[in-house]
C-alpha cells in the first residue's frame, strides 16, 4: 500500500498570494460593466448573509472557510486523495485566521457557537468541518435557503456577463 501524499500548509489555505495576482484577460475593456454587475451581486449576498447571521459577518466568514475545505474536499477526486481512507480533511483555528487575518481567539468563539447550533464539529486531530448525518449537512434551514438564494444568484450574475464577455 503506498501513502497518498499530504497536503503542505500553503495548499491547505485559501489565502491568496496578492503579490504575484495576475488579473483576468478578460477585463481589460469590460471594467466598468463587470464592476456594476459584481458590485450588484456582492452587495445583495452581502446583504442577505448579514440577515441570515444576524450581522455577525465574522461567523459566517468562519463557516464558509471551513466549507469551502469540506466542499473541496467532497468534490475534488484530487483531493480525496490527499487524506488516508476513512480521513476527513479538516482546517484548523490557526489555518482560519491565517486565511481570514480573524484573530485565533475570535475564529475560536465562533466556532464554538457553531458547534453549539451543529454546524461544524471538532474531530479527534483538533480540526474543524462540517457536521454530516446521514451524508446531510446538519446545517439550519435558513442556511439552507441562504445557499439556494446565493447559488440563483451566482447564476444571475453568470447569465448578466457572459453574454458581454466571450
Known amino acids: 500500500m ?10 491547505k489555505t485559501a489565502a491568496p498570494n496578492h503579490s504575484t495576482f495576475t ?6 475593456g469590460n471594467e466598468q460593466f463587470l464592476m456594476f ?9 452581502l446583504c442577505d448573509c448579514s ?37 476527513v480533511l479538516t482546517v484548523s483555528i490557526a489555518q482560519i485566521s491565517e486565511t481570514t487575518s ?6 475560536r468563539r465562533k466556532l464554538l457557537l457553531l458547534q453549539k447550533r451543529g454546524g461544524v464539529e471538532q ?11 446521514d451524508g446531510k449537512s446538519t446545517a439550519n434551514q435558513d442556511l439552507l435557503n441562504l445557499q439556494m438564494r446565493s ?3 451566482l447564476m444571475n450574475l453568470v447569465d ?7
Open 23 to 28: 488579473p483576468h484577460p478578460k477585463i481589460e
Open 51 to 87: 440577515r441570515v447571521f444576524k450581522g455577525d459577518l465574522i461567523e459566517m466568514t468562519v463557516l464558509a472557510v471551513i466549507g469551502q475545505m469540506f466542499v473541496r474536499h467532497h468534490s475534488n477526486e484530487a483531493t480525496r486523495n490527499y487524506a488516508l481512507d476513512g480521513e
Open 2 to 11: 503506498t501513502k497518498k501524499p499530504t497536503l503542505s500548509r500553503r495548499q
Open 102 to 107: 480573524i484573530p485565533r481567539e475570535t475564529v
Open 151 to 153: 447559488l440563483t444568484r
Open 37 to 45: 454587475h459584481f458590485m450588484e451581486w456582492i452587495g445583495s449576498h
Open 123 to 133: 474531530m479527534e486531530n483538533g480540526g474543524w468541518t462540517m457536521k454530516i448525518v
Open 160 to 166: 448578466a456577463v457572459s453574454s458581454q464577455i466571450q
